[in-house]
């Protein structure tokens, strides 16, 4: 049965059209995993790898062939996947059935029905990144002409990546700081309140609003808004 394919300069074009104001980091890796699938003329499956502080997590994948296989390498932080991220290259895998570098993998990966592999590191931010792990049934999937286009299409999807990585970090430090700043007006709009009612310094009323949270068990600005909030309340029915 024929294997629908996505032309590789098609698949790369997609990969420049994403909006990342549009779709989140994990929408983009999921786009990624599903085009690399679409590229190749052989059927297989695909999973894009995050590493962190060298721990490894499946960010995107089309499909649960070599979960377990992942998920305990993963943990045991011996994986692949993380050696082509450590040496930037390409590492295949022709035959599982005859792969000794990796023992437990490779016992796993048969168990789970995977015949052959390809791994892509993938360069996403300096303390960020990936891997692009393709996966087929059949021993012996990749030739060199599939490698390549593989590697084309990573070094493509790499800089979607890293483009992804940027924005959502941008977009996340972004909401932090709304979210610190609203909750230092809500803590100085506080200090102003118990000024007024206490007569005090603003140190003071710093003291004073600190102890309401710690009576309540509530964070200071969570105790800060809750303030302005019955002030704001007894304002509207004076």
């Not at 989140?24 to 297989?44: C, F, I, S, Y």
């Not at 700043?181 to 009612?197: C, L, N, T, V």
């Amino acid at each position: 049965m024929s294997h629908p394919t996505t032309d590789p300069a098609d698949a790369f074009a997609e990969l420049g059209r994403i909006k990342l104001g549009e779709v989140g980091l994990d929408d983009v890796l999921q786009r990624v995993a599903e085009l690399a699938k679409r590229v190749l003329p052989t059927p297989v499956e695909v999973w894009v790898t995050l590493v962190r502080g060298g721990t490894g997590r499946t960010a995107a994948s089309t499909h649960d062939l070599a979960r377990g296989m992942n998920e305990r390498q993963y943990a045991q932080r011996r994986h692949l996947c993380l050696d082509a991220v450590a040496s930037g290259d390409i590492l295949p895998v022709p035959d599982l059935a005859t792969e000794d570098r990796w023992p437990d993998r490779t016992e796993r990966g048969l168990k789970t029905g995977v015949g052959s592999s390809v791994s892509i590191g993938l360069p996403v931010q300096e303390a960020v990144v990936g891997t692009l792990n393709v996966y087929a049934r059949t021993p012996h999937a990749f030739d060199d002409d599939t490698i390549t286009v593989l590697k084309t299409f990573a070094a493509y999807a790499a800089v979607a990546l890293a483009n992804a990585h940027l924005y959502d970090s941008t977009a996340t430090l972004a909401q932090q700081m709304q979210e610190a700043m609203a909750s230092r007006a809500a803590i100085e709009q506080a200090k102003g309140i118990i000024m007024a009612e206490r007569h005090c310094t603003p140190t003071e009323a710093f003291a004073i609003l600190t102890k309401v949270s710690q009576d309540s068990s509530a964070k200071v600005r969570d105790a800060a808004q809750a303030l302005v909030d019955r002030a704001a309340r007894k304002s509207s029915t004076s």
